[in-house]
């Protein structure tokens, strides 16, 4: 089986489902943004060059980051990382109803996305080489949408927030199954022995997704500053749960 095939086949189906789904989630979600349409070079060029194979560990994320997938197509995809990194640097369109605050500027954004920034970097110290991380890693987010929500300013205009997942106000019964669904035919294809989710979210919804399946879920904090706990040490203590949940050892590849 084409492993990296058979990802992106389930990739476009949940790009087209949630294609589907987009008005659905109005009028309290004012924009939508799918990087899977847009950014559909990127990540498939991520997919290709590196999930081609069975992996034994599986990072799952929330959703885009503004500043990250939002941006390169990739998961946590912090332009820097992603491009000096990881050596992706396929064209990146822009969304539909792009919202002012929110742009989508692909690889010329000037702006960091401090999850991805800290995920990428911790592989890259412990790894040193994308290919030594990639042998037995990949990462995936559980859902690929960005959500904007907008609300009106005391002083006049338009103000505006990314609005996670878990605090939709509808429309995530619907969300979640498609989501549930592309976890699954993700885990048939990669076969890991661990799935890691990086927050509480991802690792709730992996449970609810995976019943039943053969491997191991644990999690470690995510690395969002917006976690006051995460602005201390994040990669010592990501290094550290992984090691004790025996996904790591001690020593570093070399």
């Not at 959703?63 to 990194?85: I, K, L, S």
């Not at 396929?90 to 605050?101: D, L, N, Q």
């Not at 690929?144 to 605090?167: C, Q, V, Y």
Request: net charge positive; proline share 8%; hydrophobic share 40%.
């Amino acid at each position: 089986m084409d492993i990296a095939a058979a990802q992106l086949k389930a990739a476009m189906s949940l790009r087209d489902r949630m294609e589907e789904m987009l008005e659905s989630f109005a009028p309290e979600v004012s924009r939508v943004y799918n990087p899977l349409t847009y950014a559909w070079g990127a990540f498939e060029e991520y997919v290709t060059r590196y999930g081609g194979a069975r992996k034994r560990v599986l990072f799952l994320g929330m959703n885009p980051g503004p500043w990250g997938m939002t941006q390169t197509g990739v998961p946590f995809g912090e332009v820097a990382a992603v491009r000096d990194w990881l050596g992706i640097s396929a064209p990146v369109g822009r969304p539909r109803g792009e919202h002012p605050k929110y742009p989508v500027d692909g690889w010329l954004c000037e702006r960091s996305e401090v999850s991805g920034r800290r995920l990428w970097g911790l592989f890259k110290e412990r790894f040193g080489r994308p290919e030594a991380f990639f042998a037995e890693h990949f990462v995936v987010n559980y859902c690929p949408l960005l959500f904007i929500e907008t609300t009106l300013l005391a002083k006049g205009g338009e103000g505006a927030r990314n609005l996670t997942p878990d605090k939709l106000p509808k429309g995530r019964a619907a969300l979640f199954e498609a989501c549930d669904a592309h976890l699954r035919a993700l885990a048939t294809a990669l076969e890991p022995r661990f799935l890691i989710g990086v927050g509480s979210f991802a690792a709730t919804r992996a449970e609810a997704a995976l019943t039943g399946m053969s491997l191991t879920i644990g999690k470690i904090p995510h690395p969002s500053p917006a976690s006051p706990k995460s602005n201390t040490d994040w990669p010592g203590k990501a290094a550290r749960q992984l090691i004790d949940l025996g996904v790591w050892k001690e020593t570093k590849v070399p």
